[in-house]
């Protein structure tokens, strides 16, 4: 059954993270699609955005493992493109949207942990973003074949699109987790083996009780 946010009510923020591979956009759209069929007014936004000049910067770096920068410096960029939309996101939400994002600050927090560089602990890599808006919901989504998804089509055309450092973020998104999130902010959804329908069906299970709350949710929550 659908329902409609109440209309005094701010939009929510909807995030859905998980490793390379493992569905995330096509999750992203189907919930935008199933959403709007409920009559609400929706946003489906992807991070890094390669659009602006420092999304362009980003997409060299992600595609071209010619192009060197410092990790520091790469995790600052990925932090300023999300800055970059810090008050689109606010605006949106304050309008009525429902805002489903596709990869947010624990993914920028989880990347570049997981690097080992010296100093760039968790702590360091989400200070950049504190002041960011929270997510209402997170949703991590886990494929435990990795297996399947290194022999998917693409996989390897980016620069950490590689099975053992995935094994490493994948450690990182969880102790992100387990360090950023209260109760009730965080569920997990197992992919493996699923087909796109199926997980669709377990994503709206967690998703439309959000969509019920009658509290107040005027105010934001931030990082």
């Known amino acids: 059954m659908c329902c409609m946010l109440m209309r005094e009510m701010r939009g929510k923020l909807i995030l859905i993270e998980g490793l390379d591979r493992t569905g995330k956009t096509t999750q992203v759209d189907a919930l935008a699609e199933r959403l709007r069929g409920c009559g609400l007014k929706v946003v489906a936004a992807k991070f890094p955005n390669r659009e602006s000049e420092i999304g362009q910067l980003i997409n060299r770096y992600l595609t071209n493992r010619d192009f060197q920068l410092p990790d520091q410096a790469v995790h600052l960029l990925f932090s300023a493109n999300r800055w970059e939309y810090i008050e689109e996101l606010k605006r949106q939400l304050n309008d009525g949207y429902c805002v489903v994002l596709d990869r947010y600050v624990f993914s920028g927090v989880a990347y570049s942990a997981a690097k080992g560089t010296p100093g760039m602990d968790l702590q360091w890599c989400l200070q950049p973003d504190k002041g960011l ?60 083996g699923k087909g796109i329908e199926q997980v669709s069906a377990e994503i709206w299970d967690v998703i439309e009780p959000l969509l019920h709350e009658t509290r107040a949710t005027n105010e934001f929550k931030y990082f």
């Open 133 to 192: 808006l929270k997510p209402d919901l997170t949703l991590f989504l886990t494929n435990e074949d990795s297996e399947s998804i290194a022999n998917r089509a693409g996989f390897g055309e980016e620069r950490y699109e590689d099975s053992d450092f995935q094994l490493k973020v994948k450690q990182k998104f969880h102790e992100a987790f387990d360090a950023y999130c209260q109760e009730g902010e965080l569920r997990t959804v197992n992919v493996t």
